[in-house]
Antibody
Framework: QVQLQESGPGLVKPSQTLSLTCNVS??????????WSWLRQSAGKGLEWIGR???????YYNPSLKSRVTISVDAVKTQFSLKLTSVTAADSAVYYC???????????WGQGTLVTVTS | DIVLTQSPDSLAVSLGERATINCKSS?????????????LAWYHQRPGHPPRLLVY???TRESGVPDRFNGSGSGTDFSLTISSLQAEDVGLYFC?????????FGPGTTVDI
């Protein structure tokens, strides 16, 4: 059974870049039918899809965040990563990494990691 | 973006009783050229845990999900019914559409005992 685990700083200063990594284990990664997405959850905005990457590295992002987001993949390490630039307090949330097929329902989730943007 | 609304915001149900949660979409999520599939999923989230997929294609139960969870509806109006509420079913329930990008989620319904 696939397992996902987020890692990264829990505190980020305003205007800086949020960087998180998701380690994937226990399942097929490279060349698989699956895609890998980042979502976030905050009290103010609820659940929000940030974007996804394929195992070959093709990214696709939420238009509302597209100018600030990059999602990349390292198939050798079976990891994918999120970078969100120019963060503000509105980017404070629990960030989840997830798996899905070509249809975007999310069947596997990491435990989530809380990121707080504060000076 | 497709907007999903849920009702009620919260409900309290006795153990063993039925709970029904509604989800309404601002536009249809039925893709008629793909075997008439509704691009809607339901999730359950306990405090401090990630969401767990319960139902996809509006009515297909995810593997391992108890059969007391049933999804129904089509087009813009959907429901999730828990036929006999168990203690472990408390928490937040979300609907999600994957008909169009960006995928979006409903605001959630809190179920309590």
């Amino acid at each position: 059974q696939v397992q996902l685990q987020e890692s990264g700083p829990g505190l980020v200063k305003p205007s800086q870049t949020l960087s998180l990594t998701c380690n994937v284990s226990g399942g097929s990664f490279s060349g698989s039918i699956y895609y890998w997405s980042w979502l976030r959850q905050s009290a103010g905005k609820g659940l929000e899809w940030i974007g996804r990457v394929s195992s070959s590295g093709n990214g696709y992002y939420n238009p509302s965040l597209k100018s600030r987001v990059t999602i990349s993949v390292d198939a050798v390490k079976t990891q994918f990563s999120l970078k969100l630039t120019s963060v503000t307090a509105a980017d404070s949330a629990v960030y989840y990494c997830t798996r899905h097929s070509g249809s975007y329902y999310f069947d596997s989730w990491g435990q989530g990691t809380l990121v707080t943007v504060t000076s | 973006d497709i907007v999903l609304t849920q009702s009620p915001d919260s409900l309290a149900v006795s153990l063993g009783e039925r709970a029904t949660i509604n989800c309404k979409s601002s536009q249809t999520v039925l893709y008629s050229s793909n075997n008439n599939k509704n691009y809607l999923a339901w999730y359950h989230q306990r405090p401090g845990h990630p969401p767990r997929l319960l139902v996809y294609w509006a009515s297909t139960r995810e593997s391992g999900v108890p059969d007391r969870f049933n999804g129904s509806g089509s087009g813009t109006d959907f429901s999730l019914t828990i036929s006999s509420l168990q203690a472990e079913d408390v928490g937040l329930y979300f609907c999600q559409q994957y008909f169009s990008i960006p995928v979006t989620f409903g605001p959630g319904t809190t179920v309590d005992i």
